[in-house]
């Protein structure tokens, strides 16, 4: 099968306190997301300058549409730097040690998704690999030797940011990083498109997508293309024979289709997203969850029903970042799977309070339970659509997922008021994946605040 193989020779670590270890009724996993681990970090140099020494010129964030939400958290954060990180800044090694030494501490995991950007933004090429071959090497090292790893490519993992040829040099770079979880008949994939499928349990399979192809700000650039790499042709040949052997699939990539719910732009060139997603729907019955994260926040995407499928989507699910660059504390979640039922039952978040970290104070801890909060049967395309429709007009349940998706450092960031442009945008991206969708949801003229 196509079982990426792990080295025996495990250096364990061990957790003081033993944590989150319960009864697992079904398949358990983890989700985490965006890393972004900086070696160059120094809590001495101060957000202003991403706690990085030498000149700010020698790096670039400016320009990114998202500087104006981090220079926001630098005026309300609550805490400076420290140890753990910084409010404002990428992760520093010790807070990438915490999440992975807590991660391993967890029992009855069978495998771990990491969906992207695991290198810090605006890392010098040179020092990219370097950081990525250590954090992959800390999960090596920490988890059991049984526990698969699957990374998927993010915009921040290439030589460039957003750029990445089909057979790049560089996914050769990440293929020599990643060998322990790239199967070996998948390594020719990989190389040539940045995508790989692996086999995590009997009947159920994890396709590992590179959706940075699919981005508006991908170079070089293919929207002319109809199947950049042919990675759709790939994921609909995969999702055949996962279909004709009754096996379920599990999708992972780094960038989720639909509207970037700060930006409100779509993430994705609209034929790359219209074509993912008709995948997704035409699979349905196959595809029983789909994980990215890249937003750095706890969100979903509950697309509706489209052309040619009577049902919605798979469950997409955006998982937060362990990154702090923009005001929020790190997360990750646990999911679980069920065999039986094959679907979805659940996940939990676990997170770290930063200022009480850099304080020498507390642990990594659970934070909430996604079905016990909002009241949900399992984890479907369904079940995420009525919790879309929820966020769109009750305040009770929209307070509630505003507090949890980003789980920001400062209490300045409050949920804005019902019916309001901010709150109807931020809730109808939850729920569409194009701009007229967007505008059809709210009524507003969605723009970044």
Not at 70 to 96: E, I, K, M, Q
Not at 209 to 237: A, I
Request: charged content about 20%; overall charge negative.
């Amino acid at each position: 099968g196509r079982v990426g193989k792990r080295r025996s020779d495990v250096v364990y670590v061990v957790l003081v306190t033993v944590v989150f270890v319960g009864v697992a009724m079904g398949t358990r996993f983890v989700h985490v997301s965006d890393f972004h681990f900086d070696p160059l970090y120094s809590p001495s140099a101060g957000a202003d300058s991403f706690c990085r020494g030498g000149a700010p010129g020698s790096f670039h964030h400016a320009g990114h549409e998202r500087e104006a939400r981090r220079r926001a958290v630098l005026r309300d954060a609550s805490a400076g730097g420290g140890s753990y990180g910084t409010y404002g800044c990428d992760a520093p090694a010790t807070l990438v040690s915490s999440a992975i030494e807590t991660i391993a501490n967890f029992s009855n995991i069978t495998f771990i998704l990491v969906s992207g950007d695991s290198a810090a933004h605006n890392l010098p090429a040179r020092d990219k690999l370097p950081a990525i071959q250590e954090v992959t090497a800390q999960f090596e090292q920490a988890v059991a030797p049984d526990v698969q790893i699957l990374f998927a490519v993010g915009n921040n993992d290439v030589e460039e940011d957003y750029t990445v040829a089909c057979g790049d040099p560089w996914l050769a770079g990440l293929a020599s990083v990643w060998n322990e979880s790239i199967p070996a008949d998948q390594r020719a994939t990989f190389l040539r498109m940045g995508a790989y499928a692996a086999d995590v349990q009997d009947n159920l399979e994890v396709l590992v997508l590179n959706t940075v192809l699919y981005s508006r700000k991908h170079r070089p650039d293919y929207s002319g293309q109809s199947d950049p790499c042919g990675q759709f042709r790939w994921m609909r040949e995969q999702l055949a024979e996962a279909r004709a052997q009754s096996q379920d699939v599990l999708v992972v990539g780094h960038i989720a289709p639909g509207i970037d719910s700060f930006s409100y732009k779509p993430t994705m060139v609209d034929s790359f997203s219209e074509t993912l997603l008709a995948i997704l729907g035409e699979y349905s019955d196959v595809v029983k969850g789909a994980f990215f994260g890249h937003f750095h926040q706890d969100e979903i995407r509950a697309f509706p029903p489209g052309e040619g499928r009577e049902g919605a989507t798979a469950p997409v699910l955006l998982a937060p970042s362990v990154s702090p660059i923009f005001g929020n504390n790190p997360e990750f979640r646990v999911v679980e799977y069920a065999k039986e039922a094959r679907q979805l039952i659940n996940y939990e978040v676990f997170w770290r309070n930063l200022y009480l970290a850099n304080s020498g104070i507390g642990n990594w801890t659970w934070l909430y339970d996604f079905v016990d909060q909002y009241g949900l049967a399992g984890i479907t395309g369904e079940t995420l659509s009525d919790l879309a429709t929820r966020l769109l007009v009750d305040e009770t349940t929209f307070n509630e997922w505003y507090r949890y998706r980003g789980v920001y450092a400062s209490n300045a960031i409050l949920p804005p008021d019902m019916g309001t442009p901010a709150q109807a945008c931020l809730a109808c991206a939850q729920q569409t994946f194009s701009t007229a969708g967007l505008q059809s949801c709210s009524s507003f003229r969605c723009k970044r605040p």
